[in-house]
């Protein structure tokens, strides 16, 4: 076990320097002797104190901690750059920095519905007709069409930016922990020369671009992309809807390459492969199976830190030495962290390790209790116990190891709590193995006979539709999924340290002895911390009494979702785009349990939302007054395609997406609302613009202006002038209004892993 209090060390050394590093304690300029210096004088006094073994383990904790901190200070999320980096001329909102960067493509094109994004390893960089070397990565977003590849070397021109950060989500820090501080957003891209990266990687990419096409063509929506992540890890082609039912209930872990994915799955392959060849035989063939896996979605970092995982809970498992199997854990986490020190606060690497530590924890004494239990109530049927046993195993204890220790990891991070998740997760785990089994088969016929392929997609088909309706159905459950509020984040927290405690007395025969554990006193603590933690999320589903106005992005659209302070949702779109705010707005509207919103309107709202009261703008006149509710109005626009929402003193145009003949109209017509207090601005893929004629007319006490956007220059230069607060084109805008005081704040959209 000396390995895994190293490794610890090594992990928490990290983290301090980190915490140091944010104080202003350590920095760039820190010069490198002094950690060096620190774990040779720990070094030092573990020779001399060699013989005194709990002296010598303690300075080799100590040397490990400083070596940590050491490497920690090397790669630190707020990078040290020089004018050789290509972060370091990175531009801000007033000084914005338009350059054209070249180099290649590595790594697998992130897809969306419109959009793609890609990880761009920089050579040289030109800035006002000058060019440079340059070396850092980049992360290119650009139009989904023409499509590049794995190893094209490209020159792609924009505005180069550092990555934001939102109220809920440290985007700029989810980057950092890939190596990339540079942002080049809507892209022109010209392409160089083909065939520029590893032939290995770019021969895996290629296959694994040839199975997706292929599950695309034998497969319907949405099994075909729910397919592409469950077997390739490609997820940006998953309807929103869909993926939303998944992360409301708990169950995103089945379609997306992780470490709790790899580790719940392993686990389903050591069951079946157990009762047909014995657990001891099935250790290998599962091995194999995960690298083989590993290297065709790509062999890239997450799916390597997932791969490790997978392997280690087989011999954890197979072995039956949990001793042993925490010293690989340990020793894995060691070894990602050299690699990259900033992945200790990734939350898929801590996802990972909590789902591979509770299936090394908890797998075993459950089936130990589970095998008394049937062989108690199957005395007679001994192969019947056994077969209950294996399939359960598939299932329901493979999802109760991995809960108690993801779970409030989970509450903590995203402050939501799948109450559907255990029942969900019990009744689509076992048709993962089908869908695993019976997808790899189909793309290999279907890669040599396609018509092969379509055959053995059946399988596959069958039970990916099964999934998907399991999951819709307990999806659209209300209450579903609910916010846990921050005293919810706060007892999950403390729920982990507390069973992390717990678990390591348990595991000390010598603490054990001096702090002894009464199995009535923990149960007391952990029903206690559980009800508090029931009590929060209902305080947290009760109305906060302040208007939120969120404002959702899409392509080509954008939607409106008005929380009153008594809790009515009110939704409101343009009715453009391509669905993408309306996914996304849909997602929005159903947190804190909600099954949907109270009032929609847009075009086909009442098909769009049958249960809510729907209007049509096209059928609603001029001056209606829609009242929502605790002192929250809605009037129709005259002349325009538009809604004046009001609340006390506090006034906002709805949708922001008011065409400028629209304007037009509205300016020539008498409203006597006017001037109003908020206005949001389109972003940049809406084909519409306030004009500075309507500007100067409403004059808006606050402006909200999209980064990326291309205005007429009257208009920018008005805006320019009246201190516009900008915001990121891709994010949530939640604007709060309580009394007289209103705050805005940036959210990620989600959909992020």
């Not at 090397?74 to 338009?98: E, M, S």
């Not at 800035?127 to 850092?136: N, Y």
């Not at 890239?300 to 199997?325: C, E, H, K, Q």
């Not at 500007?695 to 909200?704: D, G, H, K, M, V």
């Amino acid at each position: 076990m000396t390995l895994v209090y190293l490794a610890l060390a090594w992990i928490g050394g990290i983290w301090l320097a980190h915490q140091l590093w944010n104080l202003g304690v350590i920095g760039c300029g820190t010069p490198g002797w002094l950690f060096g210096a620190g774990a040779g004088i720990a070094v030092v006094a573990g020779v001399v104190l060699r013989r005194r073994p709990q002296a010598r383990l303690a300075a080799a904790l100590a040397a490990l901690c400083i070596l940590g901190a050491a490497r920690y200070q090397a790669q630190p999320f707020a990078a040290c750059f020089t004018p050789a980096d290509l972060a370091f001329y990175n531009g801000t909102d007033k000084h914005p920095v338009r350059a054209t960067v070249e180099g290649v493509i590595v790594g697998y094109p992130d897809q969306r519905e419109a959009r793609v994004a890609y990880r761009l390893r920089a050579e040289r960089l030109t800035i006002g007709g000058e060019t440079r070397s340059a070396r850092g990565y980049a992360l290119v977003e650009t139009a989904r069409y023409p499509e590049y590849v794995y190893g094209d070397r490209i020159r792609a021109a924009g505005q180069l930016e550092t990555p934001p950060t939102y109220a809920d989500f440290d985007y700029a820090a989810y980057l950092s922990g890939r190596d990339i501080h540079t942002l080049l957003r809507r892209g022109r891209i010209e392409l160089i020369a083909h065939d520029q990266g590893h032939s290995f990687r770019a021969a895996l990419y290629g296959l694994r671009a040839r199975g997706a096409a292929l599950l695309n063509r034998v497969l319907p929506e949405p099994a075909a992309s729910l397919a592409n992540g469950m077997l390739l890890g490609i997820e940006g082609g998953i309807p929103p809807e869909v993926d939303a039912a998944f992360k409301a209930t708990g169950t995103t872990h089945v379609i997306v390459i992780s470490g709790s994915n790899i580790a719940l799955l392993t686990g389903v392959l050591i069951g079946l492969l157990g009762l047909l060849v014995g657990k001891s035989r099935a250790a290998w063939p599962t091995v194999i199976a995960i690298v083989l896996y590993v290297l065709f979605v790509g062999a890239d970092p997450s799916a390597l830190r997932a791969g490790v995982m997978g392997v280690l809970y087989v011999f954890a498992i197979v072995l039956g030495r949990a001793s042993t199997a925490y010293v690989s854990l340990c020793f894995s986490a060691l070894i990602m962290t050299l690699v990259n020190p900033l992945i200790v606060w990734d939350i898929g690497f801590q996802l990972s390790f909590a789902a591979t530590l509770g299936l090394i924890l908890f797998t075993p004494a459950l089936q130990t209790r589970f095998e008394r239990f049937f062989t108690l109530r199957l005395p007679q049927a001994p192969n019947r116990s056994r077969w209950l046993l294996g399939f359960l195993s598939t299932g329901l204890i493979v999802t109760l190891a991995a809960q108690p220790l993801t779970l409030p990891l989970i509450v903590s991070y995203f402050g939501r709590l799948s109450v559907v998740g255990l029942v969900a997760n019990l009744l689509i785990l076992p048709a993962q193995p089908p869908i695993m089994i019976g997808g790899m088969i189909t793309l290999i016929a279907g890669l040599i006979w396609e018509l092969l392929g379509q055959i053995a997609a059946v399988v596959p088909w069958f039970f990916l539709t099964y999934t998907t309706a399991v999951v819709e159905t307990l999806a659209a459950m209300p209450f579903a999924s609910v916010d846990t509020s921050a005293l919810g984040r706060a007892l999950a927290v403390l729920y982990f340290i507390g069973l992390l405690i717990v678990l390591l007395i348990r595991s000390r025969p010598r603490l054990r002895r001096m702090l002894p554990m009464r199995r009535r006193l923990f149960a007391l603590g952990a029903v206690s911390i559980a009800s508090m933690l029931v009590l929060a999320t209902l305080i947290g589903l009760r109305p906060d009494g302040q208007l939120h106005v969120t404002f959702v992005p899409g392509v080509d659209g954008e939607a409106i979702l008005v929380t009153t302070p008594d809790g009515q949702q009110v939704w409101i779109w343009d009715g453009c785009g391509d669905g993408d705010a309306l996914s996304t707005a849909t997602r929005v509207a159903r947190r804190g349990g909600r099954s949907g919103v109270d009032v929609a309107i847009g075009p086909d709202a009442g098909k769009l939302w049958p249960a809510a009261q729907s209007l049509d703008p096209g059928r609603t006149a001029a001056g209606t007054v829609v009242r929502l509710g605790d002192g929250v109005d809605l009037v129709r626009l005259p002349a325009a395609d538009g809604w004046l929402l009001r609340y006390g003193e506090f006034t906002a145009l709805v949708p922001p997406t008011l065409r400028p003949e629209a304007q037009t109209a509205l300016l020539e017509s008498t409203l006597e609302s006017l001037p109003v207090t908020l206005l949001k601005t389109p972003g940049a893929s809406v084909a519409s613009w306030p004009t500075a004629a309507f500007l100067e007319a409403i004059r808006p006490q606050i402006i909200l202006w999209p980064r990326d956007t291309t205005y007429p220059p009257d208009v920018a230069e008005w805006l320019t002038s009246h201190a516009s607060s900008r915001v990121a084109e891709d994010a949530l805008v939640e604007v709060t209004v309580d009394g007289g005081q209103v705050v805005v704040q940036q959210r990620s959209v989600g959909g992020r892993r």
